[in-house]
């Protein structure tokens, strides 16, 4: 669990360490195409034709021989590459026509080379984490995200600080990287078998078959990005730019229940989950791996996300140092944080619902919160009342997580771990309100 945690903190950390050093070495006009392309990077990681939640789906329950998984893999592979082909075709031909020589050849073949290769390597360490091999894909993951910090900065200190060197650099260390986790996951899925393995070739049709299947996905994947990210420029275009500042920084503080504290806990369950379901027959495994999944969340959310909305004041003013936005900030963030730590319980339902497959309720769901909440931001936005955007996110988390628990609650094959996963939340958080109520009538 600690090398899980430091796995999905490890990105985070190394850009708050290395980002300003990038920023001081290329300046402000080079960073800022950086600044795209890691915006870009974290995008279409997330947005990766669904082949990691697939692949990661089949690898946990177990049910495939390796054989079949290598197989599903390397299927996996063609469709990614096939994607990223025809993105560099059109990124050649944006450069042809729009943008001339303001960016070198070099920079949009690398970029996308660059994405290429990150996207299969998170592929593997899905794969690898599916598999419960933690430490192994969590090593890989820390060692490789530092030395591609470390190796990127000595290169633009010591060789040139332009934007080809950084791409290039990027791009051979995380070469090295994708080879290294490539090699592992196949070695790892190929330990302890007899004999020889033999990799049946995918073809075209098959890459297309499995693309189609993470059509939904695909969709989930993009809604999820575009209401994360979309709420930025809504304020900046329709309130005022210096709105969003204070709102970026208290959704950035907001987001650690989800993005660091119950991350890892659903990486470490959802495999384990996924794989005793698809073996019980009649044991009552899957169901005590689901309630310690759910106990889990709530132990390492809950405590810290109501310390940190108690205390959110004095933190932001020692996060920040003295402000005139902080009070500013720490009411976004007395609206925000319910929500989004009832967001952190998502990560629940929806490891049942991957179980049942049931893809396309949260293509369709993800994509109707999606549009109203980007329309309600919009009509906020508009009034130039940013704190009622911070209700329509807070509303946005919570609905997300309500809806898939009632749909996961509907569903015959999962209906028995959403309904008591959701009665043992429901219990804790009533009793931790209680508590925490009591505690405030007392103080006050």
């Known amino acids: 669990m600690m090398m899980l945690y430091a796995g999905r903190s490890s990105s985070l950390l190394v ?3 290395f980002l300003p050093l990038y920023s001081r070495l290329l300046g402000s006009s080079q960073f800022g195409i950086v600044a795209v392309i890691l915006s870009l990077q974290a995008l ?5 034709l669904g082949m990691s939640t697939l692949t990661s789906r089949e690898v946990s329950v177990g049910t495939r021989s390796n054989q079949s998984l290598l197989t599903l893999v390397r299927t996996a592979e063609l469709s990614l590459s096939g994607f990223y082909a025809l993105s560099l075709f059109i990124a050649l031909t944006l450069k042809l026509l729009y943008f001339g020589e303001s960016v070198s050849w070099t920079v949009v073949v690398g970029a996308v080379l660059l994405f290429w290769l990150l996207v299969m390597q998170n592929l593997y360490y899905c794969s690898l984490i599916a598999r419960g091999s933690y430490t192994l894909g969590s090593g890989l993951q820390i060692v490789g995200v530092v030395i591609r910090a470390c190796i ?5 200190n010591w060789l040139s600080p332009t934007l080809e060197i950084f791409i290039i650099t990027q791009l051979i260390v995380t070469a090295l990287h994708w080879g290294l986790s490539r090699y592992v996951l196949t070695s790892a899925l190929v330990e302890g078998v007899d004999g020889e393995i033999l990799i049946t070739r995918p073809t075209v049709s098959d890459a297309l078959a499995l693309t189609k299947m993470g059509g939904a996905l695909v969709l989930f994947s993009a809604a999820g990005a575009a209401v994360t990210q979309l709420d930025k420029p809504i304020i900046s275009m329709f309130a005022s730019a210096s709105s969003v500042a204070p709102y970026y920084l208290a959704s950035l503080l907001c987001m650690t ?6 991350g890892p806990v659903s990486q470490y369950f959802q495999p384990i989950f996924l794989r005793e379901a698809a ?3 009649g044991g009552d495994g899957a169901q005590k791996t689901a309630l310690r999944f759910a106990l889990s969340v709530f132990v390492v959310t809950a405590v810290p996300t109501l310390i940190l909305w ?4 004095p933190i932001i003013d020692l996060w920040m140092g003295a402000g005139e936005n902080n009070a500013t900030i720490a009411t976004y963030v007395a609206i925000l944080l319910p929500g989004l730590a009832i967001g952190a319980f998502g990560f629940i339902p929806y490891s049942q619902l991957i179980y ?3 893809y396309r309720f949260q293509a369709v769901m993800s994509a109707c919160l999606t549009v109203v909440t980007l329309v309600l931001a919009t009509i906020a936005a508009v009034g130039k009342n940013v704190e009622a955007v911070c209700y329509v996110y807070s509303a946005y ?4 997580t309500v809806v898939s628990w009632v749909r996961a609650s509907t569903l015959s094959g999962v209906a028995s771990y959403a309904r008591s996963t959701a009665l043992l939340v429901l219990t804790l958080m009533l009793g931790s309100i209680a508590v925490f109520g009591l505690a405030l009538y007392i103080l006050i």
């Open 310 to 313: 108690w205390f959110r004041v």
């Open 257 to 262: 229940p989800i993005s660091i504290l119950a």
């Open 152 to 156: 990127t900065a000595a290169a633009l």
């Open 15 to 17: 850009a708050f360490l």
């Open 397 to 400: 988390h919570t609905a997300s």
């Open 44 to 48: 279409l990681v997330m947005m990766d």
């Open 279 to 281: 073996r019980d027959t």
């Open 356 to 358: 049942a497959k049931d």
